[in-house]
């Protein structure tokens, strides 16, 4: 008999189980059933050793257990088979079949009568194995719960500054070897403060490097959790986003970038340098991946080579390659070149964001998007007066002109060296920020400034 008497168990301080009690006799089948996040799991967990109790006590046969590693209850014939597909891919239906029982030490007669039981639950398979080796597809459902996830940052702080660019990529992906999506990014992000870290002493601003968790299996909650964490740090700081996602993917041979509009004329002009002839093609910034910033204010870059038409075309428009998502995306399919082509025009942007007296934005081309915009709405939607909104919006466009041109003025002088007081880049870098923090929800959410967005809800919307 398996006894759980009072069985409580916190996660992440968060109190899952509180007081379990129930008594499992020999032969029976038991069912827990509960909504999501609700404890099943933790409870199996739990009676696994796979968990630390809080309070409470497990018996099994009068033995106690609360106490005792995951593989004693093993062999006390204490089994779990979780919901998530945990086969080896490179054994055999039968080898996947025999492995528990042979590290349980069975005999090769009772191992054979254990198959025959399963073959007789799943007939199906007897056939199969007659044939030789077998895939088999599982389907299942996934559990939709609190989980505790760590999130890795790197940072190094400018002694001239609190001021800050923010770059990071996710970490976590899909099954298997997942070489583009995102260890190639990872990869980056490390080389690039590796790199960075030998020329601190040479920024006017640091570094914030994050490696972001839960972006598959959480939907982008770990860089959505940073941006609310560190919500008033980002929103004082933080210049600019550097998102690394999917670089170097074999068989590219152009470029493509997603900015909010006041970096395109900065980062266009890095990789025109850093690519020669390249096809350069530009997007709007909305939701993908983990664009989590939004909200705050803080504009974005977002950029990796990409594949021709006719390339996309000969692959079922598989924009990030056709081994993309799957046990397939092997180291194979990086290109080591293109890599280093990734890692200059990244450094470029960082080094111009990091280093730029007088942060490099314009707005006019802000100004132009909104008017644009609007203009089409009036002519789509004439019982809605717009005329107020476009004329606000066309002296947006004239006052950014005049802040364009001071900008561009100051920046001159502080190439040449002809000024030394940091007070001008100062005024005008806060000037620049606050307009950034106004500017970026309106174009780039749908949520606004204190949500976040569905993935890939604004990018279908515009």
Known sequence: MLILQNVSVDLAGTSVLRNVSAELRAGSVVAVVGRNGAGKTTLLRALMGLVKLKSGRILFDQDELDTLPPHYRAEQGIGYAPEDRVIFPTLSVEENLRLPCEAHGLSN?????RMSDVLEVVPQLREMLKAGPVRVWFRANVENGWRPVQITLGEFKSPRSDEFVLVGGHQDSWEGPQATDNAAGNACLM?????FGKHRDELRRGLVFGFWTGHETGTMVGSSWFADHEWDRLRQNAVGYVQIDQPGCVGTSEWRTGSNVELRRMHQAVEHEMLGGRPIHWHRA??????SFFGLGIPMIAGEG???RAELEATALATLGWWHHSIDNTIDKLDWTAMQDHLRVYAGWIWEMATAPVLPF???????????RLNQLRIEGDPINLTGA????????????ALDAAAATWRDRYAKGDVKDELPATIINTCIKRLSRALVPLASTARGTYGHDVYGYPRRAR
Do not use: H, P, Y
């Open 109 to 113: 007669g009772d191992i054979a009568t």
């Open 191 to 195: 080389e690039l403060a590796r790199a």
């Open 286 to 291: 909305a939701k993908n991946g983990d664009s």
């Open 306 to 308: 990409a594949f021709t």
């Open 362 to 372: 314009e707005f006019v081309s802000v100004a132009d998007q909104f008017i644009e």
């Open 390 to 401: 476009i004329v606000r919006a066309q002296e947006f466009r004239t006052a950014a002109t």
